[in-house]
């Protein structure tokens, strides 16, 4: 768990201080819920971030804990440091869409061939209740060959989640390599 602390304001010269602290400025919310305003220290969350075993995690701001996933970021476009985060509440027994990771195992017979392995999709839109949010896509992809893609339609499918993409979209494919 990471903890964080409230933000009395939102206004742009609190932010400028926050960030020249080395924090990290945040918004936590959640459907029917009130924002919440926080701030992270920049280098534990980071840490904390690239260390988690699952997509759902536990922060504390404040006196309260709550379960949240990381909806959304934005970097600086010129030095790529990580600027803001949002932060989704899990509510659990209610459906949602998520982005999960796709995560390749095994490797491709079409490497031997000269070929290299294109990730089409770097994240799966899912529709799911957070109760059975997968960690990841995994996808074997020992038997492909140069030419070969896996589409989402041959995505092994998971008990209780949907995905959202077109069936026609590609996931994972060997392309002959130039």
């Known amino acids: 768990m990471i903890e964080g602390k409230l933000r009395e304001s939102i206004d742009k010269h609190?932010?400028?201080?926050?960030?020249?602290?080395?924090?990290?400025i945040?918004?936590?919310y959640a459907k029917g819920a009130e924002n919440i305003?926080?701030?992270f220290k920049k280098n534990e969350?980071?840490?904390?971030?690239?260390?988690?075993p699952s997509l759902k995690f536990k922060v504390k701001v404040g006196a309260n804990t709550h379960e949240v996933i990381i909806q959304d970021y934005q970097k600086d476009p010129v030095t790529s440091d990580l600027l803001h985060v949002d932060l989704r509440i899990l509510n659990y027994g209610e459906a949602s869409i998520?982005?999960?990771?796709?995560?390749?195992?095994?490797?491709?017979?079409g490497l031997k061939n000269k070929?290299?392995?294109?990730?089409?999709?770097?994240?799966?839109?899912?529709?799911?209740?957070?109760?059975?949010?997968?960690?990841?896509?995994t996808i074997d992809v020992s038997a492909l060959d140069v030419g070969d893609t896996i589409l989402v339609r041959q995505?092994?499918?998971?008990?209780?989640?949907?995905i959202k993409h077109p069936g026609s979209d590609a996931v994972v494919g060997v392309m002959?390599?130039?």
Do not use: Q, W
């Open 98 to 109: 998520f982005l999960v990771p796709v995560k390749t195992t095994g490797t491709p017979v």
């Open 37 to 39: 305003h926080c701030a």
């Open 115 to 137: 070929g290299v392995l294109i990730t089409s999709k770097r994240r799966l839109k899912v529709k799911c209740k957070p109760e059975n949010l997968p960690d990841a896509v």
């Open 176 to 178: 002959k390599s130039k």
């Open 26 to 28: 945040a918004n936590i």
């Open 45 to 52: 969350f980071m840490k904390f971030v690239k260390n988690k």
């Open 14 to 24: 609190e932010v400028k201080g926050l960030r020249r602290d080395g924090y990290l």
């Open 155 to 162: 995505v092994e499918p998971m008990e209780g989640v949907l």
